[in-house]
T-cell receptor
Framework: GAVVSQHPSRVICKSGTSVKIECRSLDFQATTMFWYRQFPKQSLMLMATSNEGSKATYEQGVEKDKFLINHASLTLSTLTVTSAHPEDSSFYIC?????????????FGPGTRLTVL | KNEVEQSPQNLTAQEGEFITINCSYSVGISALHWLQQHPGGGIVSLFMLSSGKKKHGRLIATINIQEKHSSLHITASHPRDSAVYICAAIFNYGGSQGNLIFGKGTKLSVKP
């Protein structure tokens, strides 16, 4: 199956710093990439949807100035958490979408665990 | 409102048992994913289906579009199957193609 990678897998940073997370589709060109956040013992929540070359669409309640998404190519999307605070500590997961006969199939990255001290 | 509900929330089984996890959704969907999340957090997509039944090894997924219901079955369960299983649906609403709505997950623990 298709492979999606994320980097880094784990990051610890100080409050006030910015953190960049990369999401790459390794063996296919992704029409769309999605960013999710998961707090402990909770379900995944969609943060934003990004298409290559256009601005990301953010879900209600997600601050676009805090969570900067850049979708530079059909195989790379980045999420930058700016001025991170402890409440931003979470598990961030990306997925990359590929069109198949009946819709979009999503392939998930392994996730990035962010801890803000 | 588009909703996905899973049951049970927690499931403990003995090795070798047949396991069923259920998922129901509120309105029409274009497709449904079954995902597996291990304790480290990484997610693996097990199945994506829009009708009928799919099988991969000891895993079987079925979906009944009319009843708005899907099931994930694990035959001859093994401790390595212990994980959280998540149902996620792609709903038929405009402008959100590909967006998934997730169930809360079923935490499966298989005892040796």
């Amino acid at each position: 199956g298709a492979v999606v990678s994320q980097h880094p897998s784990r990051v610890i940073c100080k409050s006030g710093t910015s953190v960049k997370i990369e999401c790459r589709s390794l063996d296919f060109q992704a029409t769309t990439m999605f960013w999710y956040r998961q707090f402990p013992k909770q379900s995944l929540m969609l943060m934003a949807t990004s298409n290559e070359g256009s601005k990301a669409t953010y879900e209600q309640g997600v601050e676009k100035d805090k969570f900067l998404i850049n979708h530079a190519s059909l195989t790379l999307s980045t999420l930058t958490v700016t001025s991170a605070h402890p409440e931003d500590s979470s598990f961030y997961i990306c997925s990359a979408s590929r069109i198949w006969d009946f819709g979009n199939e999503q392939f998930f990255g392994p996730g990035t665990r962010l801890t803000v001290l | 409102k588009n909703e996905v509900e899973q049951s049970p929330q927690n499931l403990t089984a003995q090795e070798g048992e047949f396991i069923t996890i259920n998922c129901s959704y509120s309105v029409g969907i274009s497709a449904l994913h079954w995902l597996q999340q291990h304790p480290g957090g990484g997610i693996v997509s097990l199945f994506m289906l829009s009708s009928g039944k799919k099988k991969h090894g000891r895993l079987i997924a079925t979906i009944n579009i009319q009843e708005k219901h899907s099931s994930l079955h694990i035959t001859a369960s093994h401790p390595r199957d212990s994980a959280v299983y998540i149902c996620a649906a792609i709903f038929n609403y405009g402008g959100s193609q590909g967006n998934l709505i997730f169930g809360k997950g079923t935490k499966l623990s298989v005892k040796p």
